[in-house]
Nanobody, 122 residues
Framework: QVQLMESGGGSVQAGGSLRLACRAS????????LGWFRQAPGKEREGVAS???????TYADSVAGRFTISRDNEKRTIVLQMDSLKVEDTAIYYC????????????????WGQGTQVTVSA
């Protein structure tokens, strides 16, 4: 069983930046794609960004141009750099891993992290 361990998050004012990291306890087929989902209060969980083992990236339209996802396979870690944060980015962010592209196919997620809170104030 792979564990995804998140770090980072916190509180920031609108326009600021935050950095999230997620480390996988091991690499398996289910970590071919790693990425982030988020869930705001009263809303459904939505995909934010994903990256394949070959560094192919996918972004939600709402974060494209503001967020950057990167991957270090040697460290089994992905990083989500979040810039120009908006109040509507406030949510719990979950690290996720799957065998295929998880943003386009959320059902492909095999592993979930426990989540980390991101709060953006006006």
């Amino acid at each position: 069983q792979v564990q995804l361990m998140e770090s980072g998050g916190g509180s920031v004012q609108a326009g600021g930046s935050l950095r999230l990291a997620c480390r996988a306890s091991a690499y398996t087929g289910g970590t071919a794609y790693l990425g982030w989902f988020r869930q705001a209060p009263g809303k459904e969980r939505e995909g934010v960004a994903s990256i394949s083992v070959f560094d192919q990236t996918t972004y939600a339209d709402s974060v494209a141009g503001r967020f950057t996802i990167s991957r270090d396979n040697e460290k089994r870690t992905i990083v989500l750099q979040m810039d120009s944060l908006k109040v509507e980015d406030t949510a719990i962010y979950y690290c996720a891993g799957g065998l295929s592209e998880i943003l386009k196919q959320p059902s492909a997620v095999e592993y979930w992290g426990q989540g980390t809170q991101v709060t953006v104030s006006a």
